[in-house]
Nanobody, 112 residues
Framework: QVHLVESGGGLVQPGGSLTLSCTASGIISSFNTMGWYRQLPGKQRELVATISWMTTMYADSVKGRFTISKGNAKTVTLQMNSLKPEDTGVYYC????????WGQGTQVTVSS
């Protein structure tokens, strides 16, 4: 079992920045993939960015603005720059190693 705790959401003006962090606890594999997904208002959950020991992946809508990084096998950070109102939504941390685990979600609101 893996438990994920997210932090860092909030309200920011367009063009601003936020940093999301996620820490995993439990039985953690060094070969996991961790990442961030989001659910925008009225839409299904979608991939934002993922990172494994081999590669990173970004949604086209965030390339060049968001950066995902891992401090170690248990932590993942999403640096979000140049935020737009259309980035508003609930952001979920994901841990994947055979099974998917999800955090509780953190609200990101981009508004003036």
């Amino acid at each position: 079992q893996v438990h994920l705790v997210e932090s860092g959401g909030g309200l920011v003006q367009p063009g601003g920045s936020l940093t999301l962090s996620c820490t995993a606890s439990g039985i953690i594999s060094s070969f996991n993939t961790m990442g961030w997904y989001r659910q925008l208002p009225g839409k299904q959950r979608e991939l934002v960015a993922t990172i494994s020991w081999m590669t990173t992946m970004y949604a086209d809508s965030v390339k060049g603005r968001f950066t995902i990084s891992k401090g170690n096998a248990k932590t993942v950070t999403l640096q979000m720059n140049s935020l737009k109102p259309e980035d508003t939504g609930v952001y979920y941390c994901n841990y994947r190693y055979g099974t998917d685990y999800w955090g509780q979600g953190t609200q990101v609101t981009v508004s003036s």
